[in-house]
């Protein structure tokens, strides 16, 4: 299977004529915010329920889908670009699930039927930027690991890597 180009980002963000969900709210924050999770070929109206975590490029909430099993990343207005939609619609489609892989299951859109995020599994256990790739952070979250951990965790992500990559998707940039 050949892989899709997506067009380089545009300089200007998308324009949302209604609101962002979630825009203000603070990490931590209790929300009740209806928000469309749509699949390609289902819609379903889901509420983000809590203000997980936020970066530079946009903040992650809790869902109330089976117990928070799904969160939901809403971009900031000023990442909103057509082409990330585009990359994420080409990732819906494709259909892959991957046990340890955050992949994308739904676009999220907002009341005014806009894109605003997607909806995907929630990660359990360590950030590796934040543990795995930081000796001492390594040292403190994992004390009795030897080479041979770490060894296999990296087979581990280099397997996953390949089974994207057989699927026509391309990891780059950020791996984490």
Not at 10 to 21: R, V
Not at 50 to 70: L, M, P, Q, Y
Request: hydrophobic fraction near 40%; proline fraction near 5%; charge should be positive.
């Amino acid at each position: 299977m050949g892989s899709t180009a997506v067009s380089p980002m545009p300089s200007t963000p998308l324009s949302l004529l209604g609101a962002l969900p979630g825009e203000g709210a603070n990490k931590g924050e209790v929300v009740n915010i209806p928000v469309i999770a749509d699949d390609g070929t289902h819609r379903q109206q889901i509420t983000l329920t809590r203000k997980i975590s936020e970066g530079g490029e946009g903040a992650v909430f809790e869902t109330d889908i089976r117990n928070s099993e799904f969160v939901a990343k809403i971009y900031h207005r000023n990442k909103l670009f057509a082409s990330k939609f585009d990359k994420i619609n080409l990732m819906l489609s494709q259909k892959i699930s991957i046990a340890g892989v955050c992949f994308p299951v739904a676009i999220i859109r907002n009341m005014q039927d806009e894109q605003v995020g997607f909806l995907m599994p929630r990660a359990q256990g360590f950030e590796l930027g934040k543990s795995v790739f930081m000796p001492k952070l390594l040292q403190l979250k994992f004390p009795a690991w030897t080479k041979r951990e770490t060894v296999q965790l990296c087979i581990t992500i280099l397997r996953k890597i390949k089974h994207l990559n057989e699927r026509g998707m391309v990891v780059s940039k950020k791996l984490v």
